[in-house]
């Protein structure tokens, strides 16, 4: 039974930075290394929303809203995906996942927990 075990949010004023992690547990490295990754999260009232995705030859892509303020990187033999997010803005608040992506971008696998995201002073 696969895992994916999300941490590293908190709560942060704008402006600050946070550094969020996903260990995609009981996973062979065979497994994890050539499926693209991505970091979802999912606001108060609002559908869950892909914000960035990495591929197998760590090729990224990001949502316009949190372009040029996020970066998604991911280390194979740790089975880790990261999402480093900088100038946090209120309207990051949200509780954040990670999933392997199918061809049409959707969620491979059951979810996590998420960690929770708070942008507020």
């Known amino acids: 039974q696969v895992q994916l075990v999300e941490s590293g949010g908190g709560l942060v004023q704008p402006g600050g930075s946070l550094r969020l992690s996903c260990v995609a547990s009981?996973?062979?490295?065979?497994?994890?290394?050539?499926?693209?990754w991505g970091w979802f999260r999912q606001a108060p009232g609002k559908e869950r929303e892909l914000v960035a995705s990495i591929t197998s030859e760590s090729t990224t892509n990001y949502v316009d809203s949190v372009k040029g303020r996020f970066t998604i990187s991911r280390h194979n033999s740790k089975k880790t995906v990261y999402l480093q997010m900088s100038n946090l803005k209120p309207e990051d608040t949200a509780v954040y996942y990670c999933?392997?992506?199918?061809?049409?971008?959707?969620?491979?696998?059951?979810w996590g927990q998420g960690t929770q995201v708070t942008v507020s002073s």
């Open positions: 999933n392997a992506l199918t061809t049409t971008e959707q969620p491979r696998y059951n």
């Open positions: 009981r996973f062979s490295f065979s497994v994890f290394a050539p499926d693209p």
